[in-house]
Every structure is written in structure tokens, then in C-alpha cells.
């Protein structure tokens, strides 16, 4: 009876039409997997009956006849992350590819010391805030720097991580 069901596998056939007909009122149905196909949408649209009403763009609610209840679907079923992007979505890839990129340079500059295993990690703050300042520039920000005084003073470092 979940009010939000995301689907991140990069499988096919995650949530189905049977899924969401048993789904609460207006429960929001998102993929933010690698592949289009994790929403069941052809068996969604081509359901007996079923009725579309676009609440805004990327945003649409699908009304079961039978039981007058539906769900609201973001970005048709597809990659909701880009698909819902409002503003700057190159921008938001921009953010993303960076990480990635920043990754995999630190992976290749530690190949050889045995800090990684072959294991998934997560970005080390140290890298995502460099990412983030590599971007401030695009959003008109700029960031202060602390003082060795203020570093010291809340006990992290001077260039960070701040998180």
C-alpha cells in the first residue's frame, strides 16, 4: 500500500498493469532504471476502458474503469530522471557525467594501491564536493573558502569534505 513505487533495476517487467490496478489512489508510479521497459506502459494503455488525464507535462494519471481510482505516472514510464529535468537539464548531466568522470580518474590514480576493491562504492565526499564546485561558476554562485581559524573551529578541514 506504498504512496510512491520507483523501479531502478534496468530489468524489463517490474511493475506490471496488475500492479498498478491494485495500487492506493493516485500512488505516483516512476523508473529511474536504464531501460524504458520496467513500466508496463503498453499493457497500461492499451487496458479496457482505461483513461489518460494529463495533469501537466510528463505528468499523466490513468483511471481504471472498474474501480474509478488511479495512479499518476511521471514521464511516461521512461527515465523520469530526465524526463521530468525542468530548467537545465543539460545541466543535471552535466553534474552526473562529471561524477562519473571525476570516478573514474580516481580510480585509475589508485589502481595500483589496493584502496578499492572491485566493489561498489560511493562517491567520497571529497570528489563530490570538487564536482559541485566545478559547477558554481554555471550557477552564479561563488563559494567562500574557511579560514584555518573557522576550520579549525568546527574541526574539518580547510578544503574539505564539508558534509
Known sequence: RGDIFVTTTGNKDIIMVDHMRKMK????????????????????????????????????????????????????????????????????MSCSFTNQVIAQLELWKEKKTGKYEKKVYVLPKHLDEKVAALHLGKLGARLTKLSKDQSDYISVPVEGPYK
Open 25 to 92: 489512489n493516485n500512488a505516483i508510479v516512476c523508473n529511474i532504471g536504464h531501460f524504458d521497459n520496467e513500466i508496463d506502459m503498453q499493457g497500461l494503455e492499451t487496458f479496457p476502458g482505461v483513461k489518460r488525464i494529463t495533469i501537466k507535462p510528463q505528468t499523466d494519471r490513468w483511471v481504471f474503469p472498474d474501480t474509478k481510482s488511479g495512479i499518476i505516472v511521471l514521464a511516461e514510464g521512461r527515465l523520469m530522471n530526465l524526463g521530468c529535468a525542468t530548467g537545465h537539464p543539460s545541466f543535471v
